[in-house]
């Protein structure tokens, strides 16, 4: 089983510690080449974070833009069956109304003649 030391970022292989510690003094962490790779790699990390969240945000914006697209086309869409539903009632009322208005003249005539 490995043992961990945090503090100075070593570890031993065996529960014996019997590796060589000479450096066990320092923190790893602490010494100023790892502080500009924490810095740098923190710039690039923030950096890529930001670059990654921008190209989401524009991704989301794009999706929402074609969301709305697709309401106006299913808005648009009822609408001109609602259009086509009415002109079509229309026509209808108005074919059955030259119907009746065309049997009422047969009608009329077909009694005009018994009449005379």
Do not use: C
């Not at 914006?61 to 259009?83: C, G, T, V």
């Amino acid at each position: 089983m490995a043992n961990v030391n945090y503090r100075y970022g070593r570890y031993s292989i065996n529960h014996h510690s019997f590796e060589d510690s000479s450096n066990i003094s320092e923190p790893w962490v602490d010494t100023p080449h790892h502080q500009a790779e924490s810095s740098t790699s923190l710039e690039d990390f923030v950096a890529q974070f930001s670059e990654e969240t921008r190209l989401r945000i524009e991704k989301l914006e794009r999706m929402e833009a074609l969301d709305q697209l697709h309401e106006e086309m299913k808005a648009n869409l009822a609408e001109l069956f609602r259009l086509k539903l009415f002109s079509d009632e229309s026509t209808n009322a108005m074919n059955r109304e030259t119907q009746e208005d065309d049997w009422e003249l047969f009608e009329d005539d077909s009694l005009r003649e018994k009449e005379t």
